[in-house]
Structure formats: structure tokens, C-alpha cells
């Protein structure tokens, strides 16, 4: 069986729209959790994001996102050294055109169940390892086979023309 290769770039795609499109962000945060991301940079901009919609419940705009970075890099010498490589990320993330929107929202899905399947699978190594509490394995397996699912079921479509 041939496993989809959820590229770096294909992360950034995914921020980007979780970022910049709201409908997005709205349909599909709960599938994108910020620990599902690989890399160290995508993972802090999807912690970000996620706080900025939470908080003021709009998207952040460029200049929030850089001011945020640029706050997050300075509360720690590591971060500091990659701030380059955040703000890099960002304006990427800022000039990508979302002409594939359709193929992205169809991968999504994917990604995050992959994603919490893998997260299941290693939270559970320990209790595993120590032969006890499997109810509590298979409540998280269950629960990571169960992400992302119906998400586009919604009966009625109020996304169809959610613009207008």
C-alpha cells in the first residue's frame, strides 16, 4: 500500500491556507492539531495561528504573524538563531497561490489522520511496554481512526457559497 509523503512543502501549503483562508481554518482546525506539523518552524506558526483565531476570531494578518514570531524567537537563544528562517516561512506562506485548494482540503483529511495516528500509536508505547491499561490504547487508537471523519458530511453545504 503506497503511504503519501507529506512533504515540508506540502506543511507550508497546508499553513498557508489554515492561515490566510478562514473557511478553511473553520472546517478544518480540528483535524490540523500544531504537533501534527514536522518541522520545529510549522509547527510554532500553526501554535500561532491557531491562538490568533482562537483569541481574536479572525486570521492574523502578515504584520501580526511577524510581530508574534518575532516574540516567540525572542524568549529563547534557539529560536533567536532561526528567526530568519520563521519570517522566511512566513512571506512563502504569504506569496503561495491556493489555485489547488480542492487537492489540499482532499489531503487534509489524510494528513491529520495519519498524523494522530502516529501520535496514538507512540503515547501508547509506554502503557504497552508496561502491560496495562489497554482500554486506554485502544480509546486512543479509536479516537485517532475517527479524526477528520464526516468532516465534509455536513447535510446542508454552507460552505458552497459561504463568500457570498
Request: some cysteine; aromatic content about 14%.
Amino acid at each position: 500500500m503506497y503511504t503519501y509523503d507529506f512533504s515540508s512543502g506540502f506543511q507550508a501549503k497546508i499553513l498557508a491556507y489554515l492561515w490566510r483562508d478562514a473557511t478553511f481554518y473553520t472546517m478544518y482546525s480540528d483535524v490540523l492539531k500544531p504537533q501534527y506539523f514536522e518541522s520545529e518552524i510549522h509547527i510554532d506558526l500553526a501554535r500561532i495561528i491557531t491562538d490568533y483565531y482562537r483569541k481574536y476570531e479572525t486570521s492574523p494578518s502578515k504584520m501580526a504573524l511577524i510581530e508574534e514570531v518575532k516574540t516567540l524567537c525572542s524568549r529563547s537563544e534557539l529560536k533567536k538563531e532561526k528567526i530568519e528562517s520563521y519570517l522566511e516561512q512566513v512571506q512563502e506562506m504569504s506569496e503561495m497561490t491556493f489555485n489547488d485548494g480542492e487537492y489540499i482540503k482532499d489531503k487534509v483529511v489524510e494528513f491529520g489522520q495519519r498524523q494522530a495516528m502516529i501520535e496514538a500509536i507512540f503515547a501508547s508505547v509506554d502503557d504497552i511496554k508496561a502491560g496495562k491499561d489497554f482500554e486506554r490504547v485502544k480509546t486512543r487508537i479509536q479516537e485517532a481512526s475517527q479524526v477528520g471523519v464526516g468532516i465534509d458530511d455536513l447535510g446542508t453545504s454552507y460552505w458552497e457559497n459561504i463568500e457570498e
